[in-house]
């Protein structure tokens, strides 16, 4: 099963907005509102900063917004701060009934 | 406070089964909608989902390593155990467990996850 595509690396100075996309398929983006955004700091666990496509859970920044469109789904990033600097990762659930990540984005705040 | 913490060998052997433990609190496996997943890293690259219990028994596999991979949960201790023979160098990797929810008809977010537990293969 192939990993979502998302871009390899991204950037933004400070207080610009970047998106990054997770290019998906029919059977798992294209076909769930299940879509999920992770943020990881070198080192550190992924942290949930989106469900459901557009949903922030408590205590996310509202910086953070989600939205989709047919098979691709994406992650804004409004007012880029020094600790948005991180990786990102999408994720889906999908029609083998098991979730799908993918395959990273490394975000760069210049 | 919901917390989860892998524990298990940092070290294991080419051929060896890889025992990782998973000891939560602060939720219930027993409840609806809850499940627990093992996800893998290996050094410099993306997440990997490996396999998922849910609080039916219900269990899924990543579909190339199902043979090699078996999820168990015991309730009462909240603890859930992910075993994967035939260790192998590519299998080195930060495991993590993490909570999922489902969100509606079916399983979504991950919402609580483990420090993560760094496994190295090598003879």
């Known amino acids: 099963q192939s990993a979502l595509t998302q871009p390899a690396s991204v950037s933004g100075s400070p207080g610009q907005s970047i998106t990054i996309s997770c290019d998906g398929a029919s059977s798992d983006v294209g076909a769930f509102f299940s879509v999920s955004w992770y943020q990881q700091h070198p080192g550190e666990a992924p942290k949930l900063v989106i469900y459901d496509v557009s949903h922030r859970p408590s205590g996310i920044s509202s910086r953070f917004s989600g939205s989709k469109s047919a098979k691709t789904a994406s992650l804004t990033i409004s007012g880029l701060q020094a600790e948005d600097d991180a990786d990102y990762y999408c994720?889906?659930?999908?029609?083998?009934?098991?979730?799908?990540f993918g395959g990273g984005t490394k975000l760069t705040v210049l | 406070q919901i917390t989860l913490k892998e524990s298990g060998p940092t070290l294991v052997k080419p051929t060896q089964t890889l025992t990782l433990t998973c000891t939560f609190s602060?939720?219930?496996?027993?409840?609806?909608?809850?499940?627990l997943a093992w996800i893998r890293q290996p050094p410099g690259k993306a997440l990997e989902w490996l396999a998922i219990?849910?609080?039916?028994?219900?269990?899924r596999y990543r579909s190339s390593l199902q043979s090699r991979l078996s999820i168990t949960k015991d309730t009462s201790r909240h603890q859930v155990v992910l075993t994967l023979t035939n260790m192998d160098p590519m299998d080195t990797a930060t495991y993590f467990c993490?909570?999922?929810?489902?969100?509606?008809?079916?399983?979504?977010?991950?919402?609580?996850w483990g420090q993560g537990t760094l496994v190295t293969v090598s003879s």
């Open positions: 602060g939720f219930s496996l027993s409840t609806s909608g809850v499940g």
């Open positions: 219990v849910y609080w039916d028994d219900d269990k």
């Open positions: 993490a909570r999922q929810l489902w969100s509606g008809s079916y399983p979504d977010f991950f919402d609580y």
């Open positions: 994720a889906s659930y999908t029609l083998n009934n098991t979730p799908l």
